[in-house]
């Protein structure tokens, strides 16, 4: 569809109020979302981080501010630690880490947004082109 | 007398305490949760990563924030660790290896001894006491900052034009202090960069108050009871200084094995498993010779998340998982004054009709995207001021994919995992979350 609301509220998720009005009209930088938006003529999807299993970005990273959170597996990133030597982007296949500049200078990507209950983009996708699976590739509900 | 039923435990030496040594650690460890692991550190602190000494000597970092992974991880994966204890020597035959007071038996061992800095012949170098410094460890990082304190440096002399001469000179500005830059090329970066890349920093360095010396080199050093007086170029150039640090690369770290039967060429030479000649002896990381899938042969790649690899694959090997290292190749991503750049591989091939170069520039905005190709396959690239997104196409080079379909798309803005032939995207974004 390329209704793009995947990153609507994959950045109301990551803003401070997380008030999609707020985020979009309040003052300040809003957060970047944790995916990206592709469209090229009728095609469009949003990819972001695949949280592999053999991940790159936690190899190369210089600091160990990439790390694997033990409980979920998920791959997160720890901005204290983070100088912004841009490691992982350089070797991420899937192109998913950002630059986030404007905030804070230092790496940003999807962290499954796993301080709430349920990604917000896979919650927000009306016509469910992003679904969340399991390692075995079966589709995981909200709860 | 109780029987003894269990299965002997596994010893494990690891000689070298970097990325590659903790990522052996990381491999052994996701098998082996018993076998007994003993790391050995020829420096004074439990762990730090290398790259990030210029931050700190910029006190961008201080000491503490050095490290990569912390304090509890060689408590949590019940590792013993030794610092300042360097090996002396590893006897192949009895698998022994000695340190200053003891010797230690193992059944597998890894070297990750790392690299060396080169120092150059230089007349007059070897009289000097005080005043030469080298850029690798953070004792180096340390001795300069204490030096250029104590001695109120403010202009300082660099001898090396890559990244290492580069990023310590990044360093000493941010510190306030001026640099002169010598390099014996025509240009700074050369092993790294195209002309256009080098410009583009060379002349960011300028506008930071930099003065750069090219093709030249330091023929002689003058010193008076051992300290650094002054320097004397090629071309007979004088210049006054108390201090010169000397960033010219580095060599693989090899005095380990002399007088073992293990091989080398320039770095410790090893299979796809990271065994030496010896199958019970493992090596990994700037001080050995893996296979580098551009160039198609052997050879030493130093840096950071080669040696992750190398050493996480020994890893795995020394439990006798076997598990292949699939190879990688050069790869760089080093951030100057604001200005990031990625490079991958060959950046400056010969101009010939062997290589297709697709590149685009704006000097005003410090952006250049640069990819070379060769037989329809990207085997280099360079990207500068805008860097996202850039892993794909080091995931190009990785499974050498034929790009000659959308080639003129690769530094495209729109560039992304849309313009990739179906079949690549769908290999590499399979199934997890996501319809294409």
Excluded at chain 2, 263 to 290: C, H, R, W, Y
């Amino acid at each position: 569809m390329g209704c793009r609301l995947c990153e609507v509220y994959c950045i109301t998720q990551h803003s401070k109020t997380r008030d999609i009005i707020k985020t979009y009209k309040g003052k300040g930088p809003k957060p970047l979302s944790g995916l990206y938006f592709e469209e090229i003529g009728h095609i469009s999807f949003a990819i972001q981080c695949r949280h592999c299993e053999d991940a790159p970005c936690i190899e190369a990273c210089l600091t160990g501010a990439m790390f694997r959170e033990k409980e979920t597996e998920a791959v997160l990133h720890n901005k204290e630690k983070c100088v912004g030597c841009w490691m992982c982007v350089m070797v991420c296949p899937f192109g998913v880490i950002k630059v986030d500049i404007e905030n804070k200078k230092v790496a940003s990507k999807c962290d499954l947004c796993i301080e709430s209950e349920f990604p917000a983009c896979v919650e927000n996708c009306p016509n469910e082109a992003i679904i969340l699976v399991d390692e075995k590739g079966e589709k995981i509900e909200k709860k | 007398m109780k029987k003894e039923k269990k299965l002997k435990k596994n010893k494990y030496i690891i000689i070298g305490n970097s990325i590659a040594g903790v990522s052996c650690i990381e491999g052994i460890r996701e098998i082996d949760k018993d076998g007994e692991i003993f790391v050995f550190s020829d420096e004074n602190i439990f762990n730090y990563s290398r790259p990030l000494i210029s931050y700190y000597l910029a006190g961008r970092l201080k000491e503490e924030q050095l490290n990569f992974r912390d304090e509890n991880f060689y408590i949590e994966k019940n590792v013993k660790l030794f610092i300042k204890t360097p090996v002396k020597k590893i006897n192949t035959k009895e698998k022994i290896v000695y340190i200053d007071k003891g010797n230690f038996d193992f059944d597998y061992l890894f070297i990750g001894t790392g690299g060396s800095p080169i120092i150059p012949q230089i007349k007059g170098i070897d009289k000097i006491r005080e005043g030469v410094f080298t850029f690798t460890k953070l004792n180096d990082a340390k001795n300069i900052k204490n030096f250029i304190e104590k001695e109120k440096i403010k202009e300082v002399v660099v001898l090396g034009g890559g990244l290492i001469g580069l990023k310590c000179s990044e360093g000493l500005i941010e510190r306030g202090i001026s640099v002169i830059i010598i390099e014996l090329s025509d240009r700074i970066l050369p092993n790294t960069f195209d002309y256009n890349a080098s410009m583009i920093i060379e002349n960011k360095l300028k506008e930071k108050g930099c003065e750069i010396i090219k093709r030249n080199t330091i023929e002689k050093v003058i010193g008076k009871d051992g300290i650094v007086k002054e320097i004397i170029l090629k071309d007979g150039r004088k210049i006054k200084t108390k201090i010169l640090i000397i960033g010219v690369g580095v060599i693989p770290e090899t005095k380990i094995i002399e007088g073992t039967e293990i091989i080398k060429n320039k770095g410790i030479i090893v299979n796809e498993f990271m065994q030496t000649n010896l199958p019970f002896i493992f090596s990994g990381g700037d001080v050995a010779e893996g296979e580098d899938l551009i160039l198609n042969k052997k050879s030493v790649i130093a840096i950071w998340p080669v040696a992750a690899r190398m050493g996480k694959i020994a890893g795995y090997n020394m439990v006798g998982e076997g598990k292949k290292y699939d190879g990688m190749f050069i790869m760089n991503s080093i951030e100057f004054f604001g200005i990031p750049t990625i490079s991958f591989g060959i950046t400056n091939p010969p101009l010939n009709e062997n290589y297709e170069i697709i590149e685009k520039i704006d000097y005003e905005k410090n952006f250049y995207r640069k990819i070379v190709i060769k037989e329809n396959k990207i085997i280099g690239a360079i990207y500068l001021g805008k860097i996202e997104r850039v892993g794909i196409i080091s995931g190009l080079i990785k499974n050498k994919i034929d790009v000659s379909s959308f080639k003129n798309l690769l530094i495209d803005d729109k560039f992304g995992l849309l313009v990739l032939p179906e079949t690549y995207r769908k290999h590499i974004v399979k199934g997890e979350g996501i319809e294409v």
